[in-house]
Structure formats: structure tokens, C-alpha cells
């Protein structure tokens, strides 16, 4: 029981959670994301 | 400098449009990503981003070329098409999942979150539930994965995100529990999944004596990057399917040296020396 306190005592809040979310959770592939919107849109803006 | 001077151009005209643009552009890239991870078509994820950038440069009106000029214009719905006729169950449950959004922060990393000394730990336990069961003949279907099922797979079945131990799997395959007809679903030192429904292989080169069981073994093996074990309910036998062959009568050494490779604990070439050896023997 001590244990479980324990861990959920651990857990972080509702908005440091949505904050690792947004900000840390498979940040790779955001970033990803961001530069080939980026590319994407570049080549869309100067050839289009 | 021309295309400089038109990127240029745009992004004085309208700044905030340019970024709400290239935002909305991020957010529809980054789903397609979950996506594809999630569904372990990883693989595709440059194809599409290519296949896109590349229908952007040959339909401007700087490359002049009218016939795949209009072809790539169309492209997205071509990609969405083929991804509806690829994904026809995927499709549909993220569809389903849009509607109801209770769980759709629920994912599985790749990481396993464990150290070696769990994940050995996880081992023994397997091959000891794996001897113990086939001493009884009780059927058992698991799968050790590295990376991700498909979500249907594991809807299909009852999630259980539990810590894996010997008794813990014994009870899953207990004959009398409702859970026993299915596979469970392994990763690292977890049971993420029990009772889950496999595509089963349609490969006429399978010894007939095998069951449903072994040809579901074998099927998502065929499908998806997992290591099988099989414990036929019939004969007690041990097999291991992976990339859809089927390998039988392995002990409990072989066994672990098998997982202790599949979990990267091991390293490959002696162990691959020591079950070709075995199996002459």
C-alpha cells in the first residue's frame, strides 16, 4: 500500500504531464514533422 | 533566386497565414507519422514525404510537364486511397477512435523500460512457464515483439499491461480460464495483451499435423518482426516461428538462448552455432 502511495505520489500533475507531451514525448518525429511542413512549404511558396 | 524571391514575397504578403500554413502542414505530417508507427509501416514514412515534396516541384508551373504535372496534383487522393485499401481495419478504428477519444493517449513505445536484470528475470520465467506447460500439455501461444502490433491485434484481445511472471502466464493458459484461447502478447518484461486473435498463415508448405495454433504462430510471424514461442496442446512440444518458419523441439537452454537474442542480451553468432548443433544432434 506504502509502495503504491509512493509511486503514484511520484506520477507528475495533469500539466506537467500535457507539457511532457507536448515537449518531450517523440520529440524526433516533431521535429521531423516541423522541417518537412517547412520543406514542403518552401517548395510549395517558390515554385508554385 | 527567383524561388527565394517568390517564398520571399509570400511571406511578407501574409506572415500569419505562412505560419498557420506550415503548423496545420506539421500537425497533418505528425499524424500520418503515429500512424504509420503505429501500424508498423514505419518504412513508408520517407516514401510519403518524398512522394509529396517530389508531386509539389514536378506539378509547378517552373517544370512545365502537364501529364505527371496533373498526376501528382491528384496524388493525395491517391495516397489516401491506397492507405484506405492498405489499412482497411486501421482505417476504421481510427476513425472509431476520433469518435471516441477516451484512450487515444494510450500508445507502446519500443522501449522496453527494463533493465537486464528484469529482463532475464522475464526470461526465466517465460522458459519456466513454457517447460512447466508442456510437461502438462497445455497449449500456450506467446509473442516476444521488439517493436509495436498493430492495435487491432492487441484490441482483439483483453489488455493487461502487467508485470510478466511464470505463474502470471501459467494462469492465462490455464485450459479453464476465459483468456487461455489467444495469444498474449509480450514485450520486455510485460504482458501487454492476453487472448489476442492472430491472422492465421495460409502457407501450404505447414506440416497438416499442426494445429490453428501453430498456423497462427507462424502467420504473425510472416506479417510482423515477432519471435513466437508454441507449446502444442497435443504433443507438449516446444516451436519457435519467426519470419514465418517454424522451428520445433527446443529445450529450455535452447530456448533461453533464443530469447536472450531476441531481447539483445546475447550475442547472435555463437548462440545461432550452438541451436544449429542441437538440431543435427
Given at each position: 500500500?506504502?509502495?503504491?502511495?509512493?509511486e503514484?505520489?511520484?506520477?507528475?500533475?495533469?500539466?506537467?504531464r500535457l507539457?511532457?507531451?507536448?515537449f518531450?514525448?517523440?520529440?524526433?518525429?516533431?521535429?521531423?514533422?516541423?522541417?518537412?511542413a517547412?520543406?514542403?512549404?518552401?517548395l510549395?511558396?517558390g515554385?508554385? | 533566386?527567383?524561388?527565394?524571391?517568390?517564398i520571399?514575397e509570400?511571406?511578407a504578403?501574409?506572415?500569419?497565414?505562412?505560419?498557420?500554413?506550415?503548423?496545420?502542414?506539421?500537425?497533418?505530417?505528425?499524424?500520418?507519422?503515429?500512424?504509420?508507427k503505429?501500424?508498423?509501416?514505419?518504412?513508408l514514412?520517407?516514401?510519403?514525404?518524398?512522394?509529396?515534396?517530389?508531386?509539389?516541384?514536378?506539378?509547378?508551373?517552373?517544370?512545365?510537364?502537364p501529364?505527371?504535372?496533373?498526376i501528382?496534383?491528384?496524388?493525395?487522393?491517391?495516397?489516401?486511397?491506397?492507405?484506405?485499401?492498405?489499412?482497411?481495419?486501421e482505417?476504421?478504428?481510427?476513425?472509431?477512435k476520433?469518435?471516441?477519444?477516451?484512450d487515444?493517449?494510450?500508445?507502446?513505445?519500443?522501449?522496453?523500460?527494463?533493465?537486464?536484470?528484469?529482463?532475464?528475470?522475464?526470461?526465466?520465467?517465460?522458459?519456466?512457464a513454457?517447460?512447466?506447460?508442456s510437461?502438462?500439455?497445455?497449449?500456450?501461444?506467446?509473442i516476444i515483439?521488439?517493436?509495436?502490433?498493430?492495435?487491432?491485434?492487441?484490441?482483439?484481445?483483453t489488455?493487461?499491461?502487467a508485470?510478466?511472471?511464470?505463474?502470471l502466464?501459467?494462469?492465462?493458459?490455464?485450459?479453464?480460464?476465459?483468456?487461455h484461447?489467444?495469444?498474449?502478447?509480450?514485450?520486455?518484461?510485460?504482458?501487454?495483451?492476453?487472448?489476442?486473435f492472430?491472422?492465421?498463415?495460409?502457407?501450404?508448405?505447414?506440416?497438416?499435423?499442426?494445429g490453428?495454433?501453430h498456423?497462427?504462430?507462424?502467420g504473425?510471424?510472416?506479417?510482423?518482426?515477432?519471435?513466437?514461442?508454441?507449446?502444442?496442446?497435443?504433443?507438449?512440444?516446444i516451436?519457435i516461428?519467426?519470419?514465418?518458419?517454424?522451428?520445433r523441439?527446443?529445450?529450455?537452454?535452447?530456448?533461453?538462448?533464443?530469447?536472450?537474442q531476441?531481447?539483445?542480451?546475447?550475442?547472435?553468432p555463437?548462440?545461432?552455432?550452438?541451436h544449429?548443433?542441437?538440431?543435427?544432434?
Amino acid at each position: 500500500m506504502n509502495k503504491q502511495k509512493q509511486e503514484s505520489a511520484k506520477k507528475p500533475n495533469g500539466f506537467v504531464r500535457l507539457l511532457k507531451n507536448i515537449f518531450v514525448h517523440n520529440i524526433g518525429w516533431k521535429l521531423l514533422s516541423i522541417v518537412s511542413a517547412a520543406v514542403i512549404w518552401a517548395l510549395a511558396a517558390g515554385l508554385l | 533566386m527567383w524561388f527565394l524571391t517568390n517564398i520571399y514575397e509570400k511571406m511578407a504578403a501574409k506572415p500569419w497565414a505562412c505560419a498557420i500554413d506550415i503548423v496545420l502542414a506539421a500537425l497533418l505530417i505528425y499524424g500520418m507519422i503515429v500512424f504509420l508507427k503505429r501500424n508498423n509501416a514505419g518504412k513508408l514514412i520517407a516514401f510519403v514525404l518524398v512522394f509529396v515534396a517530389a508531386g509539389i516541384v514536378l506539378s509547378s508551373e517552373f517544370m512545365d510537364l502537364p501529364v505527371i504535372g496533373s498526376i501528382m496534383r491528384y496524388g493525395i487522393i491517391i495516397v489516401v486511397v491506397v492507405i484506405v485499401f492498405v489499412f482497411p481495419a486501421e482505417t476504421k478504428r481510427g476513425l472509431l477512435k476520433l469518435a471516441s477519444p477516451r484512450d487515444t493517449h494510450e500508445q507502446y513505445t519500443t522501449a522496453y523500460g527494463a533493465s537486464d536484470e528484469e529482463l532475464h528475470a522475464a526470461i526465466n520465467d517465460i522458459v519456466r512457464a513454457a517447460q512447466n506447460m508442456s510437461k502438462k500439455n497445455v497449449g500456450a501461444l506467446i509473442i516476444i515483439s521488439t517493436q509495436n502490433l498493430p492495435e487491432h491485434i492487441i484490441d482483439s484481445g483483453t489488455k493487461l499491461d502487467a508485470v510478466l511472471s511464470c505463474a502470471l502466464l501459467e494462469s492465462i493458459f490455464n485450459t479453464k480460464a476465459p483468456l487461455h484461447d489467444g495469444a498474449v502478447f509480450v514485450r520486455g518484461n510485460r504482458i501487454v495483451a492476453a487472448g489476442c486473435f492472430l491472422p492465421l498463415s495460409q502457407s501450404n508448405a505447414i506440416d497438416k499435423e499442426l494445429g490453428t495454433r501453430h498456423r497462427a504462430g507462424i502467420g504473425v510471424s510472416e506479417n510482423y518482426n515477432v519471435l513466437t514461442i508454441i507449446v502444442s496442446e497435443e504433443t507438449g512440444v516446444i516451436s519457435i516461428a519467426q519470419h514465418g518458419e517454424l522451428t520445433r523441439y527446443f529445450d529450455s537452454q535452447m530456448l533461453t538462448d533464443k530469447l536472450e537474442q531476441t531481447y539483445g542480451l546475447q550475442a547472435t553468432p555463437e548462440s545461432t552455432r550452438k541451436h544449429h548443433r542441437r538440431k543435427g544432434d
